[in-house]
């Protein structure tokens, strides 16, 4: 069980960025980075991480829509700091060094931007009534 | 009172050129320096290359990211951002007792040991017969200090079509290092369609770097670890540092580091330096016969104006203009890539309009791979996850274009001193910066240009990144060369004219500044100021 918010939100951003159960390591690391480097929020940032927090759900749709109006966003700070401590994870160094794709991987791609597109729009909406 | 015959200012590339030719001919030369060290981390990293780190290495976070997290970029894009922990040193305390402010300029400098050449890109580039003649340099002595340099250095790079806009007439170059296979990709498309770039004033060609591929003294070749942002092992990148570690085992050169000089007095034909020690804090005073200075040229402006109590009067200012752009090679999407890369410049593009090299832009084409990819992340307008996995499939194909515009005097750009209580100097240094709308104009005219030529080789520019004024680092211009004596100018000869004792072996005589990669010439008149003040 997660014994600090910090570590709470570590694990919420481990699992929407990886899919997975991020490492302790990584959960540790994001910690010692907020203690470190606190990021500074706004009420409207407050509201929104505790929104995600507690509709880790919505997480991807927020992140999408927060992420396309280019706006600052303590949200998106925060989740910076955790893929950037992911990315420096041997175990998750695969994600991020490219791969050889077959062809069609074009094909899930293209699927996958209009998943993108739909969480985007989704999470404008959502933003409307945090 | 101890008197020296030279005391050389700042640790930089121009520091090292002009204390090394001092030292030399076997004058006795002390150089004064900020001289923050970093270590903690080069110490730290593996000499693996970076796929096997990034996949075998656990504590990799810490030269990565840094034990603060400092790499990790906060905010908005600034001058700076990209510096990994390794170079973080270099900009050390230069916050606080380099104190700067401006609504519009954001520079870059350095109290770091080898200053901001200790994060060069290592382009080296001669400037043209009609670049010199504008930036007010002489040609012929130019010429051969270029060659003095780059036999000192080391320089790698291509008998192509962007010899004349690098190394041009230089000798002694080595093979430039291999290609990655995206910058192979347009290099070959341009093999094909150079006929119809060229007629557009395009060239492109390999870089000149300051990077070795065959061994040079006691350096070796470039191991293409791909680490070259996080380390120096084998030091096949020339770092002015290098050469000052080398000067040191000489004993006509002393250093001393935690030295800031603020100012200088001329005194019964010796010159008086005034220093904050950077520990301390605490006034120092040195004495000697001739004074160099070269620690940039924002530092010597603040001296210079200092020296001649002249806080209020203006200072012109050039800086080349810089944004970036992304562009992406589709072709090359979805691949894997090799291990063994090297992460500096791969290919120049020059833009020559009308063919005289006398107003040529200069992009550099870099690969990404090395600086991490959140870095990127964070700038695609989708969800951290989403963008993760689009740029996973897609960064093979990507390549970094920063374009370099020239620089000349015109717009409203100066810098002048204001009185700053709580600076440990007493002072500050404020800068204004303004393109006017004819040169705006021009940047954005010719960017779509770059961008166009960038299509025809099969390279789909993404979006246009403005870092801000003054990201270049490439500075020049406060005290522009004159022969006539007149005031806040510098002789040809490299004396600050108003003074008897006093050089400047930086870049603050340029008139003009090209969009070449500057630290070559920077170099070169570092050196031919040394001899000419050693032929008095």
Redo the contacts between chains.
């Keep these: 069980m997660s014994s600090s918010p910090f570590e709470k939100e570590a694990a919420v951003f481990g699992r929407?960025?990886l899919?997975d159960e991020p490492n302790a390591?990584s959960v540790q690391?994001y910690v010692?980075?907020m203690q470190?480097?606190p990021?500074n929020c706004t009420m409207r940032d407050e509201k929104i991480i505790r929104f995600a927090l507690q509709n880790s759900g919505c997480l991807?749709?927020i992140?999408?829509a927060l992420?396309?109006s280019?706006r600052?966003s303590a949200l998106?700070?925060k989740?910076?700091?955790m893929?950037?401590?992911l990315?420096?994870?041997?175990a998750y160094?695969?994600?991020?060094?490219?791969?050889?794709?077959?062809?069609g991987?074009?094909i899930l791609?293209g699927f996958?931007?209009c998943?993108?597109a739909f969480?985007?729009l989704a999470?404008k909406m959502l933003l409307v009534f945090i | 009172m101890e008197l020296h015959d030279f005391i050389v200012v700042g640790s930089g590339c121009t520091g090292a050129m002009a204390a090394q030719t001092l030292v030399e001919s076997g004058a006795r030369v002390l150089m004064l320096d900020g001289g923050k060290r970093g270590g903690v981390y080069q110490s730290i990293t593996p000499s693996k290359n970076f796929p096997a780190i990034r996949r075998e290495e656990q504590d990799q976070h810490r030269y990565l990211l840094g034990d603060k997290f400092e790499s990790i970029p906060a905010g908005k894009v600034s001058t700076g951002e990209q510096l990994t922990p390794a170079r973080r040193f270099m900009i050390e305390a230069a916050d606080h007792f380099l104190r700067h402010r401006s609504d519009t300029f954001f520079p870059m400098e350095s109290l770091g040991y080898g200053g901001l050449g200790a994060g060069w890109g290592l382009g080296c580039c001669v400037f043209s017969e009609n670049e010199l003649k504008k930036a007010g340099l002489p040609v012929a002595e130019m010429q051969s200090a270029y060659q003095l340099v780059s036999d000192r250095i080391g320089i790698s790079g291509s008998s192509d079509d962007a010899q004349a806009f690098t190394f041009a007439h230089l000798e002694g170059i080595q093979p430039a290092p291999r290609l990655h296979p995206t910058a192979e990709k347009i290099y070959s498309r341009y093999a094909a369609k150079k006929t119809a770039l060229k007629k557009n004033g395009f060239h492109l060609g390999r870089p000149a770097l300051a990077l070795l591929t065959q061994e040079k003294d006691h350096r070796k070749p470039l191991d293409y670890r791909d680490m070259e942002f996080y380390d120096d092992k084998g030091l096949s990148a020339w770092r002015a540092w290098i050469t000052v570690d080398e000067l040191q085992k000489k004993n006509n050169f002393m250093y001393r580091g935690s030295t800031l000089v603020t100012a200088f007095h001329e005194e019964n034909g010796s010159v008086r330096v005034e220093s904050l020690n950077l520990d301390t804090q605490e006034k120092e005073t040195f004495h000697c016969r001739k004074l160099v200075l070269s620690p940039g040229v924002l530092s010597t402006a603040r001296i210079v104006l200092r020296s001649m109590d002249e806080n209020n009067h203006r200072l012109p200012l050039l800086c080349n203009p810089y944004n970036y752009t992304p562009c992406l090679v589709l072709s090359e999407t979805g691949k894997s890539l090799p291990d063994a890369l090297t992460g500096m410049a791969q290919l120049s593009l020059f833009h020559d309009a009308d063919g005289t090299q006398t107003d040529v832009a200069m992009a550099s084409l870099y690969n990404y791979r090395s600086l991490l990819m959140f870095r990127l992340l964070k700038e695609v307008p989708l969800g951290f996850r989403d963008a993760r996995m689009l740029m996973n499939y897609l960064l093979p194909g990507i390549v970094i274009m920063g374009i370099h515009h020239p620089e000349s005097a015109g717009g409203e750009k100066f810098l002048h001193l204001e009185a700053d209580s709580s600076s440990p100097t007493g002072d500050l240094l404020r800068t204004v910066y303004k393109l006017n709308e004819t040169e705006s104009a021009k940047i954005t005219a010719r960017e779509k240009l770059y961008a166009k030529a960038m299509r025809k080789l099969g390279a789909w520019a993404l979006k246009r990144v403005s870092p801000g004024h003054g990201s270049s680092i490439h500075y020049a211009g406060t005290l522009p060369f004159d022969d006539n004596g007149k005031p806040f100018s510098i002789h040809p000869s490299g004396r600050l004219n108003g003074t008897e004792n006093v050089f400047i072996a930086d870049g603050s005589g340029f008139r003009f500044l090209p969009a070449k990669g500057l630290t070559l010439s920077l170099m070169a008149n570092a050196h031919l100021v040394a001899e000419k003040l050693l032929k008095k």
Aim: hydrophobic letters at 45%.
């Design positions: 929407y960025l899919r390591q690391l010692s980075a470190i480097r990021v991807a749709m992140d999408g992420a396309f280019k600052p998106r700070e989740m910076l700091v893929t950037a401590i990315e420096t994870q041997p160094a695969n994600l991020f060094l490219p791969q050889q794709r077959a062809a991987y074009r791609m996958r931007l998943g993108a969480r985007l999470g």
